[in-house]
Nanobody, 115 residues
Framework: QVQLVESGGGLVQPGGSLRLSCAASGSIFSTRTIGWGRQAPGKQREWVAA???????NYADSLKGRFTISRDNAKNTVFLQMSSLKPEDTAVYYCYQDSGSIRYWGQGTQVTVSS
């Protein structure tokens, strides 16, 4: 069974940076597309970024240039580097892993951007 555990969230001031991590187990991590989504209070979950097994990355248009997704297949971990953070980036951030037609989600990590 796929398990995804996010970490690295917290409180950061506007303009600051944060790096999230997601450790995966229970699957052949290196062969899967991995990504991140987020959900702000009172809003639907939105897609943030993804990285394929070949390392190709994609980002939500509104986040390009500020967020960077990467992966370390040796450690079964995916990262989300976030910079120039804004209060509207406040949300619970979830990593996901695609396995065929199934998308597995982690439990999420809270990111709060506030002064």
């Amino acid at each position: 069974q796929v398990q995804l555990v996010e970490s690295g969230g917290g409180l950061v001031q506007p303009g600051g940076s944060l790096r999230l991590s997601c450790a995966a187990s229970g699957s052949i991590f290196s062969t899967r597309t991995i990504g991140w989504g987020r959900q702000a209070p009172g809003k639907q979950r939105e897609w943030v970024a993804a990285i394929t097994r070949a390392g190709k990355t994609n980002y939500a248009d509104s986040l390009k240039g500020r967020f960077t997704i990467s992966r370390d297949n040796a450690k079964n971990t995916v990262f989300l580097q976030m910079s120039s953070l804004k209060p509207e980036d406040t949300a619970v951030y979830y990593c996901y892993q695609d396995s065929g037609s199934i998308r597995y989600w982690g439990q999420g990590t809270q990111v709060t951007v506030s002064s």
